[in-house]
Nanobody
């Protein structure tokens, strides 16, 4: 069983930056794994933000390309999300997700079986 713990959320002014982290308990027994970030704003569906596998293959939602950067530290089983140029539309609960295989072609929640509890990001305009 993989456990995921997010950290790094908070409040920031528009145009500011935040860095989220997600520590996984271990993928010790898996040759391939994928970790991803999702977010969910009040009254909206949970949407995929970014995914990265342990080979370094990255994928981003169009809404965050050029502003967000995901990275994976394989030695620490830790996923990061550097978020720059934040705006009010980025306000949401951010969730870390994982699966013990390659990343899917789309960042969709039903493709991931492990989830963190979420961390809140609030951007004040």
């Amino acid at each position: 069983q993989v456990q995921l713990v997010e950290s790094g959320g908070g409040s920031v002014q528009a145009g500011g930056s935040l860095r989220l982290s997600c520590a996984a308990s271990a993928f010790l027994y898996y040759d391939r794994y994928c970790m991803a970030w999702f977010r969910q704003a009040p009254g909206k569906e949970r949407e995929g933000v970014a995914s990265v596998d342990n080979s370094g293959n990255l994928r981003y939602a169009d809404s965050v390309k050029g502003r967000f950067s995901a990275s994976l530290d394989n030695a620490k089983y830790t996923l990061y999300l550097q978020m720059d140029s934040l705006n009010s539309e980025d306000t949401a609960s951010y969730y870390c997700a994982a699966r013990a295989t390659d990343c899917p072609g789309e960042i969709r929640r039903n493709y991931f079986g492990y989830w963190g509890q979420g961390t809140q990001v609030t951007v004040a305009s």
